[in-house]
């Protein structure tokens, strides 16, 4: 599994999407607290949840059990278990019975899968007037460092330190990507048959405070640095990573700028979006 043993350190270690997201997608999308959310490789519900109250029902899949289990998790300390269904499956399982939805959103996870068909099964699964929402970090963003309050988090010298123990070629799981990861999700959504994109950014830019354990985190929530990969040096590993951390920063004080978030809005249908009655 791609992110096997990652689940844990998720909550803690990955930077949010910028303030403003579930806004933003609420005004672009009329999302009125009714209708229902697929949320395809949902994580531990990072993004379906943040969504929670604009919907009336959250469905997340995803195949890795620590996954469904940290957003089941999240969802009971929200108070939205009873509105939530986490599914443990592969997006290529799809549609699993689970019905037709108004929104579907893949938040930095449709890079793994077979792109094509999983794009196809989630547009017959989306009601008239439905929309695919694909999130990411806006990648080509630079995010100064400059008037942080705290060290910046050393990202290259971690980078390094990643391959001194893995090896030069970037893993993503047990295999191996020389050339990372697919991208051009655009020609992927136009042969299926989607209209758009619609593009929004949710500009970051906040510093964020970090500590040691936070960054350390961070690292073994990825896919290409998943604490299994290290095998028995996984202790090793960490050592050398928190001494590395300790160098930069004595006081166990870093900062990262927020990432801003990019949105491409994909409607199933030619005419945009459905409009709905107002609640009553």
Excluded at 32 to 60: K, M, N, S
Excluded at 114 to 140: F, N
Aim: net charge neutral.
């Amino acid at each position: 599994m791609l992110f096997s043993g990652t689940a844990a350190y998720y909550r803690r270690g990955r930077l949010p999407y910028a303030p403003g997201l579930a806004d933003v997608l609420a005004e672009v999308l009329g999302l009125d607290g009714r209708g229902r959310l697929l949320d395809v490789g949902c994580g531990p519900g990072t993004v379906a949840l943040i969504l929670a109250h604009r919907f009336g029902e959250i469905v997340g899949v995803d195949p890795d059990e620590g996954m469904i289990a940290e957003a089941a998790r999240e969802a009971a300390e929200r108070g939205v278990s009873a509105k939530t269904r986490w599914v443990r499956a592969r997006a290529e399982e799809l549609p699993a019975g689970l019905g037709t939805f108004s929104v579907a959103t893949f938040a930095q996870s449709f890079h793994w899968m077979d792109r094509d068909a999983v794009a196809a099964t989630v547009k017959g699964m989306l009601r008239p007037g439905g929309a695919l929402v694909h999130v990411s970090d806006l990648k080509a963003e630079t995010r100064s460092v400059e008037g942080l309050p705290y060290p910046a988090v050393p990202e290259t010298a971690i980078g390094e330190l990643v391959r001194d123990h893995l090896g030069p070629v970037r893993r993503a799981g047990r295999a191996l990507l020389p050339h990372g990861t697919a991208g051009n999700e655009a020609a992927v959504f136009t042969r299926t048959g989607f209209a758009g994109p619609e593009r929004h950014v949710v500009p970051g830019g906040q510093a964020l405070e970090r500590t040691s354990d936070d960054v350390v985190a961070g690292v073994f929530s990825m896919s290409f640095s998943a604490p299994h990969l290290f095998g028995t040096r996984r202790d090793e590993f960490e050592a050398d990573l928190r001494r590395l951390l300790r160098a930069v920063s004595p006081a166990d004080r870093f900062s990262e700028r927020q990432p801003s978030t990019e949105v491409f809005v994909w409607w199933r249908d030619p005419t945009g979006p459905a409009t709905y009655p107002p609640p009553a």
